[in-house]
């Protein structure tokens, strides 16, 4: 690696980092006040328990590869501990993919605000870390992932992340029960300020999330770098229009929706899309996110703070339009392509739909989404059922009314 890439992939490293701090402030303005500590609690918490099981063991069950031999779930334990890693160069790379895992199940928190006891939350998060997390991720990504090998196209987590984290909230939403008195009784969201804040720390973060996969500072990056502020601004247009539409003013919890909506959405194809897609991207699926959140009464799930609706949604949004609009154009700057059974990397065409006629691509995504939405729900369900009938999920309704802050932390977010 060269000195700038270097620069740009610490520096995208510390920006991604950053989204976590950003994602419980955004969560925790959205929460009721007497939750608040308890919200902040469960993102910052990944901080301090991912990066540990990341050079354990999680780094190795997910881009582990047998020594090229490798089965295409699974990674093996030759890299535990980051043992046999070539330094320094590998090391930076390792880095920047664990502040990715550590994002990864703090956005499931949202989903379960208000109810969850943290010490189910504390076992919950290496177990799906480990059990969910690291397999699909080893699908998408690690060089004999058979995702990968389709080929199917995912940049920056799109499906290993955001799908797989969506899905993941709407089933241990629907195993833990919804809040008390839901949907009648719920408060909106108590502090909008703290809303707006962590909105911008994670736009900016999105930056190093997405321009930072390239590994480089080259036309990637770039072009990673541009689709991902065009496609967040489009997102929030098209989110006041249709609120707009529905009788509804402009608020900052819509402004801020229709900003992440479009950055989960973009953040597999941003750099395989051109621009006009990219805007074209985030109209559509923040349209369509909004459209989601009026789904959750009918079919019954307590999705606290919207992960399902945003992050699941937009994620497969995302993930298909790659299928539609993969451009040639953009997607030769990109190494693309699977590797063959002797261990040769093959080139493979990311063409989308719109300009080639070729719906290979898009069944490829089909692919890739349906079966990370199936093994996160199976893996979730079995990890929230074992957890339920052992030490419990949920906090008592004594503790839901006093509020978590007060019962699982004896702490207050705000002193009056």
Not at 40 to 48: I, W
Not at 200 to 212: E, R
């Amino acid at each position: 690696m060269d000195g700038a890439a270097i620069a740009w992939v610490l520096t995208s490293t510390a920006l991604v980092l950053f989204m976590t701090p950003g994602l419980a402030l955004f969560y925790g303005g959205l929460d009721e006040s007497k939750n608040v500590s308890n919200m902040m609690s469960m993102n910052l918490y990944c901080l301090g328990i991912v990066p540990i099981l990341w050079v354990i063991c999680v780094y190795a069950l997910s881009f582990g590869n047998f020594g090229g031999q490798g089965n295409g779930f699974i990674g093996d334990l030759e890299w535990v501990g980051l043992n046999n890693v070539t330094y320094p160069e590998k090391l930076l790379e390792i880095t920047f993919l664990a502040t990715f895992a550590i994002i990864t199940p703090a956005l499931i928190s949202g989903a379960i605000a208000g109810r969850m006891k943290f010490s189910a939350w504390a076992w919950f998060v290496p177990l799906w870390l480990v059990f969910v997390y690291a397999p699909i991720t080893h699908w998408v990504f690690a060089t004999d992932g058979w995702i990968l090998n389709l080929p199917s196209y995912d940049f920056a987590g799109g499906t290993s992340i955001h799908i797989n984290a969506g899905v993941a909230a709407l089933v241990l939403s629907k195993v833990l029960g919804p809040r008390r008195g839901w949907p009648s009784a719920q408060k909106p969201p108590h502090n909008l300020p703290l809303v707006a804040l962590g909105t911008g720390i994670l736009w900016l973060g999105w930056f190093g999330f997405n321009a930072g996969s390239a590994l480089a500072a080259d036309e990637v990056a770039i072009e990673a770098f541009t689709n991902t502020l065009l496609a967040a601004s489009a997102g929030m247009l098209g989110w006041i229009l249709l609120e707009h539409l529905s009788g509804v003013r402009v608020n900052i919890v819509g402004i801020c929706s229709g900003v992440v909506a479009a950055l989960v959405a973009i953040t597999p194809g941003c750099a395989v899309v051109r621009p006009w897609a990219a805007i074209l991207i985030g109209l559509i699926a923040s349209m369509l996110c909004f459209l989601a959140l009026g789904m959750k009464k009918k079919f019954n799930y307590d999705d606290s703070l919207d992960v399902v609706g945003i992050h699941g949604v937009g994620g497969v949004v995302g993930a298909l339009m790659i299928g539609f609009l993969a451009d040639n154009s953009v997607s030769n700057l990109v190494a693309a392509g699977y590797w063959d059974e002797e261990g040769n990397w093959v080139e493979a065409s990311l063409e989308g739909l719109f300009f080639s006629g070729n719906v290979e691509l898009l069944l490829n995504q089909f692919y890739a989404v349906s079966s990370t939405i199936a093994y996160s729900a199976l893996g979730t369900f079995v990890i929230a059922w074992v957890l339920k009938k052992t030490i419990g999920l949920r906090a008592s309704d004594e503790a839901q009314i006093a509020g978590l802050d007060h019962s699982e932390h004896s702490s207050s977010s705000y002193l009056l």
